[in-house]
């Protein structure tokens, strides 16, 4: 079992950076690959991001490359989303999510995850 707590959202100005952070309790922490997933309103839940749970290779939605970061820290169990150059088109609730891809296309998608976080809102104004 996995609890994650998302933190570190807010409102900015585009052009702007945030870093969101998602801590995760449990002792498995480290055995999941953790994903960033955003919902704007009217909008359906939309892959951002993916950081595998050993090597540390990460995934990225075309709409994020090159303006956001996903790291991870195993020893804290925590997971971070560093966004900079923010646009008002990013602005969504962002939810961490943990579960354990079988192929490099499932960590795309909001079926491969087990476990979610409650979101945190990210407001971008122009």
């Known amino acids: 079992q996995v609890q994650l707590v998302e933190s570190g959202g807010g409102l900015v100005q585009a052009g702007g950076s945030l870093r969101l952070s998602c801590a995760a309790s449990?002792?498995?922490?480290?055995?999941?690959?953790m994903g960033w997933f955003r919902q704007a309103p009217g909008k359906e839940r939309e892959f951002v991001g993916a950081i595998t749970w050993s090597l540390y290779n990460t995934y990225y939605a075309d709409s994020v490359k090159g303006r956001f970061t996903i790291s991870r820290d195993n020893a804290k169990n925590t997971v971070y989303l560093q966004m900079n150059s923010l646009k008002p088109e990013d602005t969504a609730v962002y939810y961490c999510a943990a579960g354990r891809p079988r192929s490099s296309v499932s960590y795309y998608s909001s079926r491969t995850y087990d476990y979610w976080g409650q979101g945190t809102q990210v407001t971008v104004s122009s």
């Open positions: 449990g002792r498995t922490f480290s055995s999941y690959a």
